[in-house]
């Protein structure tokens, strides 16, 4: 799996124009999609999750421009890309994406089969009775139930998540390469979102695209995830596989999120939490953007921007307490031993044990 | 209820029913058969998905939404139907609610000290000026914040500092339940945690009492003494907290469970979500009732369920 590059972002950095101030919401971000992987990108909301993704399909807002960087893909640079005609190949082709609001994907006045077959016969050229067909397998793949009845029907006559199993069939139409899932579970209910994340990874094996998943749940990039991104302050500040990202985490900032997870409270002790607010994008980032926040944050934190050091073959963090001359800081005690701890939680009896065995 | 009976109820539902018109036909009964009680001090949570009920529930208790069947009952009395104007402004006081999005809850045009003053000017709750602004600069205090924030407005504060006012203008009433719907979904990982805390710290502090609303279960473990599950407006099962988290009995409480994604990936990627649907698993029926299948522990059942419940709760125990 971890062979072939499909996608290569390099230095991105994104500058919205914002009245007459510019705001860098990426600054710098380089990524490496392998083919067939899903990478999950973690972060808080005005991290730049969203909008780092939507430089691959050039959705960016209009007062929003890349003004550094490439974006490789089949030997084309996506950032040269102007036209809208440019995209017509790439974006809902090749490149996908489901967003968080079914309701606000979907055209409330057209027909869901109208809404599947319209993608079909403009990207495959079929006859208007093979794309019906076409659409109507593709829904019954998705897990909608009597999928020919309800092909006539309007959005507001499906529930949330069946609206969202419709958007993830539209995306899937043209069986794209890359599938980008923006908060695809965010806006559903915990039981119904178990389903949607079954139903892509399920898809994924069978038709093999390439997943990217944005997502501010931790237990969620632990279901979906072969690797993990963590963003702040416009940049992925710690990447590795999944495993290494939960198991052995390395950037403070990546602690505090694990640590303040609900799951892993202890009741009658203060959950962990993280002081101060985001930086603001609209000033020059000195040093490291989580060490104002950072009660261990050293001196050089403040005054230099750290690089990525090197933690194993696949696993990255940016962060000074890497350098061989940092003082050794331990991970907080909440999310050590986390296998074990948690392992304790889903055992027979524990909290969140299911009974189903 | 054998361990909880010397404590004091402050709010009693008892088979409460609550039902929309449905356009003239058929009326849609969105909650049914509703009884519980919540005790002084405790933070009870009523735990359930979109369309459940839930926040139906938590707007009866406010006297938003009118109760088709059964009572409300506040320290005794009868809170639900009509109250004279005199009870009417007490059980305002005494009974406050905190909001899902701290953004839209709050007037953006308003300073932080008017919005949590409003209660204040409402009710006329002050002496004098001095004495308003001595309550607001406490109430700020308490959640947290500054005094110098009064004069700010809503838009200039994060997301978990806005979370703190919506608290804040709750507090200043004085109140002796605090009805919170959703209070944390709409903030970010890292901010619920202060919110949560904070709610927690005033609950020991101050002796308050919370209805929980939410659909997280991984929150509602910490935070909350009891749970009542809810499902399409019948409430199937009610326990304490660490009960109900070690022996789920009802199955849709298990399914609920088991979609709770763990920040685990060796776990997460074994996990299989258990679905629950109302046509493969009996739902009602006449012999059907909240029974007691462990101590304290309530399950929405019939009289042969009962009996396979007890027994999974003796394997469960034994495992």
Redesign the interface.
Known sequence: MKDKIIISAKDIEVQFRVRDRFLTAIRNVSLDLYEGETFAIVGESGSGKSVFTKTFTGMLESNGKITNGSIMYHGQDLTKLKKEKDWAGIRGVKIATVFQDPMTSLNPIRTIGFQITEVIEKHQKLSKSEAKAQAISIMERVGIPNAADRFDNYPFQYSGGMRQRIVIAIALACHPEILICDEPTTALDVTIQAQIIKLIKDLQKELGFTTIYITHDLGVVANVADRVGVMYGGQIIEYGTVNEIFYDPQHPYTWALLSALPQLGVKGEDLYYITGTPPSLYNKIEGDAFAPRNPQALKIDFAKEPPFFKVSDTHYAKTWLLDPRAPKVEKPAAIQNLHEKILKMTAKGGAFHVGND | MSAMTNRDVLLSLKDVEISFDNGGRKKFKAVQGATFDIYKGETFALVG??GSGKTTIGRAIMRINELSNGEILFEGKRISGKLSKQEDMEVIRNIQMIFQDPAASLNERATIEYCISEGLYNFHLYQNEQDRLVKVDRALEEVGLLPEHKSRYPHEF?GGQRQRVGIARALIMEPKLVVADEPISAL???????V??LM?KLKNEKGLTYLFIA?????V??IADRIAVIHLGRIVEIAE??EL??Y?LHPYT????????????????Q??????SETTEEKTGPDYEMREIRPGHFVYCNPEQAMEYQK?AES??E?
């Open positions: 998905e979109s994060s970010d990982v890292s901010i619920r945690a202060q949560l805390n927690n659909h997280d279960l991984s929150v473990r910490f907290t660490e988290f070690a789920p298990i399914s609920l469970l088991s979609a709770v994604p763990m920040p685990d990936p060796v776990i997460e990627k996990r299989e979500p258990i679905v629950y999974a469960i125990k495992g």
